[in-house]
């Protein structure tokens, strides 16, 4: 592996006179200038900017690019964010000037290409998902979550349920399912689950009233298990009066296999930025449409796509629509990209990257099973928990044995979530078999310095240009502009 020296910070280049670009001087001496920057807004002294050479800039910025960890350079198995290969086709298609040359206030009229694209990929959502009927414009999937639950209650006051203000969430759920929740105003009530993993259906069966919104629930759930009595518990909250939410943010191990709306879910969210393969991470953009079943059709956002007389336009006259919950179309780049993986893969294609997924997923818990032991044990889907009990006797910390596999090129696992001190590795379809074996070798090479050699991997990061920070201080001496 290649050792990465540190390198001085670009201020520490600096050489004075060092120039990039130079421009001709002004013909006149500038008195434009003067006329058109008054005396009083002129910088008096020069701005301590750096002076460098442009090839030493783009260096500079370049080698600083490529001290990232991303998936288009590492292993990257953050259980539960699905960080999958993105194709560079979908980059490609979002980039035709068609799409990208477009402006979001052009007449309907004019942007039939890209309205029909819209329309398209909500049919073809909804057949992924058993739905009826999308909304495009949420842009992440917490931003979904919150649109599908007013959804659900404007739904419920339509009805004169609005005294239903419980959303029931279990302990293993997104920590953004919770939190939706309140924002869009309802009480949360925690679901335990059993030892197995799944939700304790006799305490659901409990916690189910008159009082219930909706459950929320992830299928798999966030510790890789299938929630095989789905079929109960969409019963137990349809005979309480309550709707049942789909979180689908990850629905990797799903795709092409099962579908949402056939296990009776009312309400769905997709992250289009995680199972359909569009670039996520450091912030977005992002893209979570919600999806529906028809009787909730009126609530969702406004506009609404509908054809008239052949061609799309968007409908604003829907009284009973929640409302707009994002500018324009939603991420359009991100649509184009989603629509184009599905496009290319097909039905066929989705439903061998979930197996493929699953299969990896598996072959990756059975080698590291012997040294770490399973939150679940069995066969699980997509992702799947361990907790390394033997290190954390051992005084190491889930956040250590996460630097230490910095040293070896892999990015951490997702850690202590849905459990404590837990790994939650989710490998992906798109990573060769030989990366896993190298992935399993790294956590057991860890697992073994745990027992010999502790403070190797208590001081790791050693090979990275970044070493450890002091988190304690970094908490307690918060400098946001250094
Ligand atoms: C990622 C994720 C979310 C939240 O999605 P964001 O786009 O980050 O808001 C919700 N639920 C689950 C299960 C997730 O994995």
């Known amino acids: ?7 001085p910070l670009i201020f520490e280049k600096s050489r004075p006179g060092a120039r990039a670009a130079r421009f001709p001087a002004f013909a006149d001496g500038g008195a434009d200038l003067d006329a058109a920057v008054p005396a009083q807004f002129r910088r008096r002294e020069a701005a301590g900017l750096p002076e460098l050479s442009e090839i030493e800039v783009v260096r500079h910025f370049t ?3 490529q001290l990232n960890f991303s998936v288009d350079t590492h292993f990257y198995p953050l259980g539960s964010c699905t960080m999958k290969y993105n194709p560079k086709v979908n980059d490609r298609m979002a980039a035709l000037p068609g799409f990208a040359a477009m402006h979001p206030y052009q007449p309907a009229a004019t942007a039939q290409g890209a309205l029909e694209l819209l329309d398209d990929l909500e049919h073809l959502l909804c057949e992924i998902c058993g739905m009826d009927r999308f909304s495009l414009q949420p842009a992440a999937g917490a931003h979904g979550e919150f649109t599908g639950l007013l959804v659900i209650r404007a739904h419920l006051k ?7 203000n419980k959303v029931l969430v279990p302990d293993s759920a997104h920590g953004t399912n919770p939190s939706s929740a309140r924002q869009a105003g309802f009480d949360v009530v925690t679901v335990p689950s059993l030892p197995s993993g799944q939700v304790d259906v006799a305490a659901l069966e409990r916690l189910a009233g008159p009082d219930t919104a909706a ?4 299928n798999p759930n966030t510790l ?3 929630e095989s ?4 518990m969409a019963a137990i909250i349809h005979r309480a009066g309550g709707l049942l939410y789909y979180d689908g943010a990850n629905m990797n191990a799903l795709l092409g296999l099962a579908r949402p709306g056939d296990m009776g879910f009312d309400v769905v969210h997709l992250n289009l930025h995680k199972s359909f393969s569009t670039p996520h991470g450091g912030g977005g953009p992002g893209a979570g449409p919600v999806g529906v079943k ?3 059709d009126p609530y969702l956002p406004v506009p609404r796509l509908r054809r008239v007389e052949g061609a799309l336009a968007w409908d604003h006259d829907r009284p009973q629509s929640v409302g707009r919950v994002r500018s324009f179309a939603g991420n359009f780049g991100i649509l184009v990209r989603a629509y184009t993986y599905i496009r290319a893969h097909g039905a066929e294609g989705m439903e061998r990257n979930s197996r493929a997924a699953i299969i990896n997923a598996n072959y990756l818990k059975a080698k590291v099973r012997a040294r770490y032991r399973e939150a679940a044990p069995g066969p699980c889907m997509h992702e799947f928990v361990v907790v390394p009990d033997e290190a954390i006797a051992r005084g190491i910390k889930v956040a250590d044995i996460a630097k230490r596999l910095l040293d070896f090129g892999f990015h951490s696992p997702t850690l202590s979530w849905p459990i404590r001190n837990c790994l939650m590795i989710e490998p992906t379809e798109t990573e060769s078999r030989e990366t896993l074996d190298r992935f399993a070798d790294a956590l057991t090479r860890i697992a073994d310095e745990a027992a010999s050699d502790p403070e190797k991997v208590r001081s790791a990061p050693h090979r990275l240009p970044v070493r450890r920070m002091d988190e304690v201080a970094a908490a307690r001496n918060l400098d946001l502009r250094a």
Do not use: W
């Open 1 to 7: 592996m290649e050792l990465l020296e540190p390198q």
């Open 63 to 65: 080698r600083l690019s």
């Open 158 to 164: 339509s009805k004169g349920e609005g005294h239903r």
């Open 215 to 218: 459950l929320m629930l992830t």
């Open 224 to 226: 890789g298990v299938f």
């Open 229 to 232: 009595r789905i079929g109960d």
């Open 294 to 296: 028809a009787f909730l």
